[in-house]
C-alpha cells in the first residue's frame, strides 16, 4: 500500500502562481511514476504531469511552459509548480502513483484525496 498526501491547493489571481505537494509513504517500488491529474467539473480525470524515477517527464500540452513537475526521491514527494495560471486551470488536483514500472505482471495505482485549485478571472 502506498499513501499519498496533498498539499498547496487554493484560491488565486488568473496569472498567479501555486505550488502543490505530494508527499508518499508506504511501500514504494523501486522503479515508479508520480505525477498529478486533474477533474473539472463536468469533465474527465486528466494527466497534468508526471515523473518516473528514471527522471522522464510528461506533461499535457495545455499546461506546457507554465507548469513544473519536480521529485524530492529522499522524502518521496513529488510538487507541481504552477505559474501563469488560467481560469480553466480550475479543478480538483490529484496525486497519483503508479509502480512498479515496465513489463510486470500487475502495477499498482493509487491516488490522494484531492486538493481544489480555483483561478478567478
Known amino acids: 500500500q502506498v499513501q499519498l498526501l496533498e498539499s498547496g491547493g487554493g484560491l488565486v489571481q488568473a496569472g498567479g502562481s501555486l505550488k502543490l505537494s505530494c508527499a508518499a509513504s508506504g511501500s514504494m517500488h523501486s522503479s515508479n511514476s508520480m505525477g498529478w491529474y486533474r477533474q473539472a467539473p463536468g469533465k474527465q480525470r486528466e494527466l497534468v504531469a508526471s515523473t518516473a524515477t528514471g527522471g522522464t517527464t510528461n506533461y499535457a500540452d495545455s499546461v506546457k511552459g507554465r507548469f513544473t513537475i519536480s521529485r524530492d526521491n529522499a522524502k518521496n514527494t513529488v510538487y507541481l509548480q504552477m505559474n501563469s495560471l488560467k481560469p480553466e486551470d480550475t479543478a480538483v488536483y490529484y496525486c497519483?502513483?503508479?509502480?512498479?514500472?515496465?513489463?510486470?505482471?500487475?502495477?499498482?495505482?493509487?491516488w490522494g484525496q484531492g486538493t481544489q485549485v480555483t483561478v478567478s478571472s
Open positions: 497519483n502513483y503508479k509502480g512498479p514500472l515496465g513489463l510486470v505482471v500487475r502495477r499498482y495505482d493509487y
